[in-house]
């Protein structure tokens, strides 16, 4: 299986940068579907951004023009960049991955799709 570990979070000023890395090993990540979530306290897991196996992106409006994913297959590396931090950004964000499965556009947003999870970074955004 594949183990996913993230780092990056950090402190930050509203309007301010971060970017998370997501360190896959165990085995390559090439063929895999990868994406991020985020949990803030009381509320449930959400979608954040996904890239496919062949690099289509995705994201929830709510980060759309704010987050970018990207991937190194050969480094075995995902990363979400962060810009213009809102307090509302404030949760633990946690990489994932699933092999290739069909319908992978249609499902990216579902937690329920994917099948490894790191332990999640840390964002704290204040105002």
């Known amino acids: 299986q594949v183990q996913l570990v993230e780092s990056g979070g950090g402190l930050v000023q509203a309007g301010g940068s971060l970017r998370l890395s997501c360190a896959a090993s165990?085995?390559?990540?090439?063929?895999?579907?990868m994406g991020w979530f985020r949990q803030a306290p009381g509320k449930e897991r959400e979608f954040v951004a996904a890239?496919?196996?062949?690099?289509?992106?995705y994201y929830a409006d709510s980060v759309k023009g704010r987050f970018t994913i990207s991937r190194d297959n050969a480094k075995n590396m995902v990363w979400l960049q962060i810009d213009s931090l809102k307090p509302e950004d404030t949760a633990v964000y946690c990489c994932?991955?699933?092999?290739?499965?069909?319908?992978?556009?249609?499902?990216?947003?579902?937690?329920?799709?994917?099948?490894?999870w790191g332990q999640g970074t840390q964002v704290t955004v204040s105002s």
């Open positions: 165990g085995r390559t990540i090439t063929n895999f579907n």
């Open positions: 890239v496919s196996n062949g690099g289509n992106t």
């Open positions: 994932a991955a699933v092999r290739p499965t069909g319908f992978f556009s249609g499902r990216y947003y579902s937690r329920a799709f994917y099948d490894y």
